[in-house]
């Protein structure tokens, strides 16, 4: 199960790495909504353990 976990993590990263690079050609507003947005839901996964 540990091993799971730490695939599933490894994974969000990159997905949020891969979000953040995409970031280059959106406006100030899209950049800060998609980053709040990313953040939340890994608040929100952690919160709801």
């Known amino acids: ?3 799971i976990k730490q695939i ?3 994974a969000m990263l990159v997905a ?3 979000r953040l690079t995409a970031c280059g050609d959106m406006i100030t ?3 800060d909504t ?3 947005a990313a953040v939340s839901g ?3 996964n952690q ?3």
Do not use: D, P, S, Y
């Open 8 to 10: 599933g993590a490894v």
């Open 34 to 36: 998609a980053v709040g």
């Open 47 to 49: 919160v709801g353990k």
């Open 42 to 44: 890994i608040i929100g």
């Open 16 to 18: 949020l790495f891969g």
């Open 1 to 3: 199960m540990k091993t």
């Open 29 to 31: 507003r899209q950049r």
